[in-house]
């Protein structure tokens, strides 16, 4: 018997990377998933790593969409029968530098995507399933969202608005939906190549653990979180860092 058995999640972002991580332990422990992205074929493939679609659906669309989000929900109701868990790791970085120069577009853009979506996902997954049955939501903030984070200072301040509004919405959806968060350090995917690439080990002398992260370090605190074993606990941000934040890193 898997923690998860009978469970139905939608996990956003997932055609790779800590999405895809985070959807395949559900699968593990017995849940059935729909992911979500914006290329088809990169989720055709994740399907099929994940066993097919007895385990596994895929919408794809752009996570900010809002008629990619209720076709999401919708199709994952009509497949599985139910939406018990939620998972936000959708999450864009266009830009690198000063906010100072920031093109404001660009912010704009970012928020719609990190935080506003977010929500959004939120708000259909209530109103279809979860404000009368129940469940639960992980978002996946930063701990860029923690402290000033320099060059990707914006992106840090949108994570920082995700921590917040998983509070604000632990407070207003419990006891029946528990809302939580976890705050990765840099994890080794695609998305935050940037930040380590070529420099991977002077980047990682840096963490007492002296390693970066992978994806399967982030799906485990995930999957607890939405677990009964969490039964108990709402409206935090777990930090996944590998000890970076306590000698001031980020």
């Known amino acids: 018997m898997g923690r998860f058995d009978g469970k139905v999640a939608i996990v956003t972002g997932a055609s790779r990377g800590i999405g895809l991580a985070v959807a395949q332990r559900l699968v593990d422990e017995g849940a059935r998933v729909c992911i979500t992205a914006r290329k088809q074929e990169a989720l055709d493939a994740a399907v099929a790593a994940l066993g097919g679609p007895g385990h596994a659906i895929a919408v794809a669309g ?73 469940g639960a939501v992980v978002n996946v903030s930063s701990v860029a969202g923690l402290k000033p984070a320099p060059g990707i200072g914006f992106y840090g301040s949108s994570k920082a608005m995700l921590k917040h509004l998983t509070e604000e919405l632990a407070v207003e959806l419990g006891p029946t939906i528990r809302v939580n968060a976890v705050a990765p350090a840099v994890v080794k995917t695609a998305f935050a190549t940037a930040l380590f690439e070529g420099r991977e080990e002077e980047v990682a002398a840096g963490y007492p653990l002296k390693r970066l992260g992978v994806p399967e370090d982030i799906s485990g605190v995930v999957a607890f979180l939405l677990s009964e074993d969490a039964a108990w606990i709402t409206g935090q941000t777990v930090v996944i860092d590998g000890g970076t934040t306590l000698t001031g890193g980020v």
């Not at 266009?94 to 996902?121: F, M, Q, S, T």
């Open 62 to 134: 752009k996570s900010d969409d809002a008629a990619h989000q209720a076709v999401a929900v919708a199709r994952t109701i009509a497949t599985f029968g139910s939406l018990d868990l939620l998972v936000n790791n959708a999450g864009i970085n266009p830009a690198y530098g000063p906010i100072i120069v920031l093109d404001l577009d660009a912010a704009r853009k970012i928020v719609e995507v990190n935080c506003i979506a977010a929500l959004a996902w939120v708000q259909h997954a209530h109103g279809a399933w979860m404000g009368e049955h129940g």
